[in-house]
């Protein structure tokens, strides 16, 4: 399985890589979904667009619990890291994520697709600036823009937005022009972005997809499936990849 996968890597003209929640994990981050998801203990209608723009303080407050202080320290794990060698060697064309942790350019990934934009930075909802969490002073909220006072909002995608239009495009784009997607952690709940292996794979890319079980992939689009936590299957791969020269 292994050495099929390695070789379906280094023999491929265009790879992306198309994560989600598992791959962060390990890097301490909860998913939304699932028995332990923060959904289980937030109510999701606070990230609701409607709800935060009538409640911006108090939603505010959540996020500032939730994503702030609890997601403030994370660091990306081997997963990520894997990736962004990946990158380098020119093994991989990108990283489309659904997660908005910024974890796969703090590894060092150069091009990210952010499919639900990300938390990292804030965008301002009257003059559409964007400013680095790190740079806002969170003790006032809701914080405000330098600019014009407007009122600041995680730029990740809440329920009921729409997705950043460039990185849908590219995207979608590459659905279209790879050759091989990787799936790491992700278990294809969420619309649009469950779509996006799907097209790939109809337009013949094969799916290599690293989960910890199966997913509705499995069984439908996945060609290799590598059971396992993210960093412990990245790690067999890696070791694979860079191996000697079996074949
Ligand atoms: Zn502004």
């Known amino acids: 399985m292994y050495e099929k996968a390695a070789q379906l890597i280094k023999k491929a003209n265009r790879t992306v890589a198309f994560t989600g929640a598992g791959i962060s994990v390990e890097s301490g981050i909860p998913p939304f979904r699932g028995e332990n998801g923060l959904w289980n203990k937030y109510d999701p209608a606070t990230f609701e667009i409607s709800y935060f723009l009538r409640n911006t303080k108090s939603s505010w407050e959540v996020m500032r619990d939730i994503f702030y202080d609890l997601f403030g320290q994370v660091q990306p794990n081997y997963a990520h890291i894997a990736l962004a060698e990946l990158e380098k060697r020119n093994l991989l064309h990108a990283v489309i994520t659904q997660n ?70 590219k995207s979608f784009h590459e659905a279209d022009r790879a050759d091989l997607f990787i799936l790491i952690g992700t278990t294809g709940e969420v619309a649009p972005a469950n779509m996006i292996p799907r097209i790939a794979n109809a337009r013949g890319a094969k799916i290599i997809e690293i989960n910890v079980e199966e997913s509705s992939y499995t069984g439908s689009v996945t060609d290799i499936f590598l059971q396992g936590r993210a960093t412990e299957v990245m790690e067999n791969l890696m070791r694979q990849i860079n191996g000697s020269k079996s074949e």
């Open 100 to 169: 908005v942790d910024n974890l796969h350019t703090d590894a060092g990934s150069k091009n990210v697709y952010e499919f639900h934009g990300s938390l990292k930075k804030l965008r301002c909802m009257s003059c559409n600036s964007l400013v680095e969490v790190s740079k806002v002073d969170l003790n006032t909220l809701p914080p405000q823009c330098t600019k014009c006072s407007g009122i600041l909002k995680p730029d990740a995608v809440f329920f009921g937005e729409s997705i950043p239009k460039d990185a849908y495009t």
